[in-house]
């Protein structure tokens, strides 16, 4: 039986009337490389389930942590946090 690894995310697809949403669950103390490997693997999972290897709108990507009651919005750009 193989052992699941200690430090893990969840990846799930769900459908919205705004169409599929590729949901990740994260524990509130995710790194900065922990946080990197989900964003490279939710890429390659929308790659997949798309035929497509560019973010074209299909797939919303979410990240959920439990623990996070608030909603964040960082600017792309510049990586600023905001409200």
Same mark, same amino acid.
């Given at each position: ?5 200690? $430090? /893990? ?9 705004? !169409?599929?949403?590729?949901?990740? !669950?994260?524990? !509130?103390?995710?790194? /900065?490389?922990?946080?990197? /490997? ?19 709108? $299909? ?19 510049? !990586?600023?946090?905001?409200?």
């Amino acid at each position: 039986m193989a052992t699941l690894p200690t $430090r /893990r995310a969840t990846l799930k697809v769900t459908r919205t009337a705004d !169409g599929p949403t590729l949901v990740a !669950g994260v524990s !509130g103390d995710i790194s /900065r490389e922990e946080f990197q /490997r989900l964003s490279d693997a939710a890429y390659a999972a929308i790659t997949k389930l798309t035929g497509c290897q560019c973010m074209s709108g $299909r797939y919303k990507f979410v990240v959920e942590d439990s623990f996070l009651a608030d909603v964040m919005h960082v600017d792309l750009k510049t !990586g600023a946090l905001g409200t």
